[in-house]
């Protein structure tokens, strides 16, 4: 009997000890340390790619007379022995009497504005270098990942929430979105990143950072109805970036000339009130008002009545795409126009040597 009980009792510890050597090694193969530390470390990078771009980020109020007219954010992206330079969005300082920047840290100080682009949204500002404390890394947009996570940093509504932090993800790349540049109607494309990432009023020209905390976009407007959420858009640097020389000289960016008036296909109206009348198959595409006189469309021989439907790769579903279409190209470019004269489509070629001047293209 004395000996059953102490095969019993072995065969317990046997059991015993082998379940919890066997739950050893399953539960060492499941990486449950690995999977929390790749949470904190995820966690701890936000945090720490914030502290890499937050003292380069500032408010900007734009007074005109003695009143703030709007407010917004900017980020110094480069600094030398005399100056920090900001970039922010053209709309926020738009016509503007004064421009008072306000460090996260407190520190204020007037800023000088050296140049602006309407079509690009990008203006750049100027303070005294001891103002500045860091200066932000500027990333590449061209390699992000939809889903990658981002962060935006700005002031929304007001400086009393000076130095928000929002995060998200890339919801969608190249987007083309329609935008005024007139106070009319959409007159121009813009070419950008949209986020998830919460951007409100007053977060315009600020940056929107990968994990890396390189900036990848300037963050620029935002979808507003009811029943939208979440859909925030930004320029991509490089768009940004490329413009900038001219604009810290002060530089108007040169851009070709085309030399033609038009109407959209769909503007019936401002058609008829023209005169001009167009075949019925037509669906898209910008009509030719006027042509001026010595530019490169009545060189190339085009005439009121045609009906632009392509610059180049760019199909013109209105008028805002000859401008988008156009501007990607430089003065002294030839560029292929598709048109539709009557009910034939023909191509041309035009050489752009002219410069854009005033309202027209």
């Given amino acids: 009997m004395r000996q059953r009980v102490i095969l019993f009792c ?63 954010t900017g980020f110094v992206y480069k600094k030398d022995n005399e100056k920090g330079y900001i970039i922010t969005n053209d709309h926020v300082i738009a016509d503007a009497s004064k421009i008072q920047v306000t460090f996260f840290n407190g520190n204020e100080t007037e800023a000088t504005l050296l ?10 500002l100027s303070v005294d270098v001891e103002h500045v404390t860091q200066v932000a890394k500027i990333g590449n947009s061209k390699d992000v990942l939809l889903g990658e996570t981002v962060f935006a940093v700005g002031t ?47 977060n315009s020209g600020g940056p929107l950072v990968n994990i890396n905390g390189e900036v990848i976009g300037i963050n620029s407007l935002k979808l507003v109805k009811h029943e939208i959420e979440g859909m925030g858009f930004a320029i991509p640097i490089e768009l940004a970036m490329a413009h900038i020389d001219k604009l810290e000289k002060g530089e108007k960016i040169p851009r070709p000339l085309l030399g033609v008036q038009f109407i959209d296909v769909e503007n019936t109206w401002e058609l008829y009130r023209a005169g001009i009348t167009i075949d019925a198959s037509i669906k898209y595409g910008a009509v030719i008002a006027a042509v001026m006189n010595n530019t490169p469309a009545e060189v190339a021989g085009l005439k009121m009545r045609d009906v632009i439907l392509k610059i180049g790769d760019t199909e013109l579903k209105n008028q805002a795409y000859l401008r988008y279409g156009l501007y990607k190209y430089n003065i002294g470019d030839t560029v292929k126009i598709t048109y539709q004269r009557g009910s034939e489509i023909k191509t041309i070629d035009v050489k752009l040597d002219k410069v854009y001047s005033d309202n027209n293209n």
Avoid: H
């Avoid at 449950?32 to 408010?59: F, H, P, R």
């Avoid at 140049?115 to 750049?124: K, P």
């Fill in 156 to 202: 929304p509504i007001s400086d009393e929430y000076i130095g928000t932090v929002t995060r998200g993800i890339i919801s969608g790349k190249n987007r083309m979105l329609s935008v005024s540049v007139g106070g009319g109607a959409d007159d121009w494309i813009m070419e950008v990143l949209q986020t998830d990432a919460a951007i409100n009023p007053g």
């Fill in 10 to 72: 072995l065969l317990l510890l046997t059991f015993f000890a082998g379940n919890y050597v066997a739950y050893r090694i399953v539960t060492s193969n499941i990486d449950i340390t690995g999977y929390k530390e790749k949470v904190i470390i995820d966690e701890k990078g936000i945090s720490e790619s914030v502290n890499q771009i937050y003292d380069a980020v500032v408010l900007i109020e734009a007074y005109k007379g003695l009143q703030v007219a709007s407010i917004g």
């Fill in 115 to 124: 140049g602006g682009d309407i079509f690009a949204d990008i203006a750049v």
